[in-house]
T-cell receptor, first 118, second 114 residues
């Protein structure tokens, strides 16, 4: 069973360009989570999606960032008009369900996309 | 202010020594996970603890969840160079509906010298 897949693994963009990060969850998983790891900081929650629905976007910056998880295909994290401060590692995680026996289901992480903004 | 305070941030020890990493909070967590992350890779789950006072063992690693579910510890016995890496605790706060929102500690960078 393949793990969570993310692509690209490395992405270089110039200021003002758009960045699209893709995440394919593990087979059978319908819940996807995006986290950001800034240099010298820990992982920070961004958004939680289920197929075609955004469940919790409380960690998403108010502007330029959006996420989707369509019925078919991977989840996409989109960053418009990137700035240098967006340079970070972006991790996607997936789980089979959101809750299991009353607790958050285990989240399995992908290898991440390292975004560098020049 | 960090919701989950992890300590120490750096740990450098000799092969064969024992060590403990702590994860503390003033908030109650419904569950807590420990991950290990290698450079250039994503976090890999080591264990999940959900019951106050719970102790889980994974070979030379022992994980404990505090009785009040506000803290956790990771103890490694007879550390080996292969244990070197970044160890992260993460949890979901109890109450509310934030089931998917993992809060991470800052991490502990462990280096085990041969």
């Amino acid at each position: 069973n393949a793990g969570v897949m993310q692509n690209p693994r490395h992405l270089v963009r110039r200021r003002g360009q758009e960045a699209r990060l893709r995440c394919s969850p593990m087979k059978g998983h319908s819940h996807v989570y995006w986290y950001r790891q800034l240099p010298e900081e820990g992982l920070k929650f961004m958004v939680y999606l289920q197929k075609e629905n955004i469940i919790d976007e409380s960690g998403m910056p108010k502007e330029r960032f959006s996420a989707e998880f369509p019925k078919e295909g991977p989840s996409i994290l989109r960053i418009q008009q990137v700035v240098r401060g967006d340079s970070a590692a972006y991790f996607c995680a997936s789980s089979p369900s959101g809750v299991w026996r009353g607790h958050t289901d285990t989240q399995y992480f992908g290898p991440g996309t390292r975004l560098t903004v020049l | 202010t960090q919701l989950l305070e992890q300590s120490p941030q750096f740990l450098s020890i000799q092969e064969g020594e024992n060590l403990t990493v702590y994860c503390n909070s003033s908030s109650v967590f419904s569950s807590l996970q420990w991950y290990r992350q290698e450079p250039g890779e994503g976090p890999v789950l080591l264990v999940t603890v959900v019951t106050g006072g719970e102790v889980k063992k994974l070979k030379r690693l022992t994980f404990q969840f505090g009785d009040a579910r506000k803290d956790s510890s990771l103890h490694i016995t007879a550390a080996q160079p292969g244990d070197t890496g970044l160890y992260l605790c993460a949890g979901v706060r109890a109450g509310g509906t934030s089931y998917g929102k993992l809060t991470f500690g800052q991490g502990t960078i462990l280096t085990v010298h041969p």
